[in-house]
């Protein structure tokens, strides 16, 4: 059985220097021990409560002074997605930064910052800086850190194994496309995610514009889309923890983007279950299509590659993502997840 965190870790308040163990030939424990999954049965959650929400991209000067300074340096992987950002450190980004922050996310869909101090700054000081961007979701299932609950942490290594956990060797290859708690009623907007131990090689992220993938429908098939609503559904964990019970929502199939005004598609493999009004086989029938449609669309989609310092910021309302599982087994992948919730999605 894996150990605790409460093993490995000193108490949560000794120094941030002691969130970092280095790992030598002997020791190959996780380099950040403090983050490692935490899974406490006895843990529960209320039912989430709508909260009045205002996107800070609103705030921000369309310009970006405070973020793209003349040390910023930027570079695009796609038209339509994706940023390469170097020069800056989020973690002394000031408030008008932040809401520049937002913004350019909403724009660029997948911010991938580079050199960051982001993974040693220390567990509250990340979380403060995430709640700017909303109020961060506590995941029902997956694990947490212990003492801070708004952690999702994403592992694999040879003593666990998350993403098993998640999709079976049933299948032929785990990519899995979906935006982050669209089950929610106030699903993830401005998404934060940090690696702390990456393998020599893969374990990228691949990302789609949901927007781009929308464009592409003709007009037609874009007013058929127009009124629909699909329900999502979280999933409940085979054996483990169920810190909320799983919730069945509504939302739109296209929403629009409150601060840039984009539409995009808002269905994913992960969570849509069904097509509200639509028989089971139509239902089936157009969701297969449009899950394709994502999942086939190489030419909207970029894969964000992950080093030492990385920090992906990406805008789930109008995104889609799935991790890779391309690594061995024997190789470790740590990354932890800050998620803010936006506001209700809306046509």
């Known amino acids: 059985m894996a150990p605790s965190v409460s093993d490995i870790v000193p108490p949560v308040t000794d120094a941030i220097a002691d969130l970092k163990l280095t790992a030598t030939k002997e020791d190959k424990g996780p380099s950040y021990p403090f983050y490692y999954p935490y899974y406490d049965p006895n843990e529960k959650f209320p039912p989430t409560q709508v909260y009045e929400h205002t996107d800070p991209g609103a705030k921000a000067d369309r310009a970006k002074p405070h973020l793209l300074t003349p040390e910023t340096n930027v570079t695009h992987l796609s038209p339509f997605l994706g940023t390469e950002v170097s020069g800056v450190q989020i973690s002394q980004l000031s408030e008008e930064g932040l809401n520049e922050l937002a913004l350019y996310a909403a724009e660029r869909k997948v911010l991938i910052f580079r050199n960051q101090d982001f993974k040693d700054i220390g567990p509250d000081r990340q979380i403060e800086i995430a709640k700017h961007f909303g109020r961060i979701q506590r995941h029902p299932t997956s694990g947490n850190v212990k003492g801070y609950p708004e952690f999702h942490v994403v592992y694999r290594g040879s003593e666990h194994d998350m993403l098993k956990e ?46 781009e993938a929308y464009n592409r429908l003709s007009p037609e098939f874009k007013k058929r889309l127009e009124g629909l609503r699909a329900q999502a559904e979280s999933s409940r964990r085979r054996g483990g923890v169920v810190r909320r019970e799983p919730i069945l929502t509504e939302h739109p199939l296209v929403r629009r983007h409150p601060v840039t005004g984009e539409k995009a598609l808002y269905v994913n493999q992960g969570f849509t279950r069904r097509i509200v009004g639509f028989k089971t086989e139509e239902s089936e029938y157009l969701l297969k299509f449009l899950f394709d449609h994502i999942a086939k669309g190489a030419d909207f989609q970029i894969r964000a590659r992950y080093e030492a310092g990385t920090v992906v910021v990406w805008d789930n309302r109008v995104t889609a993502h799935s991790a890779t599982a391309d690594f061995n087994l024997g190789d470790r992948r740590h990354a932890v997840r800050l998620t803010p919730q936006a506001e209700v999605p809306t046509e």
């Open 166 to 211: 998640i999709i079976s060797d049933e299948r032929i290859n785990r990519t899995q496309w979906h935006s982050d708690v669209s089950y929610e009623k106030q699903p993830a907007g401005t998404t934060f995610f940090f690696i702390l131990d990456q393998p020599a090689v893969g374990g990228d992220t691949l990302f789609a514009s949901q927007v």
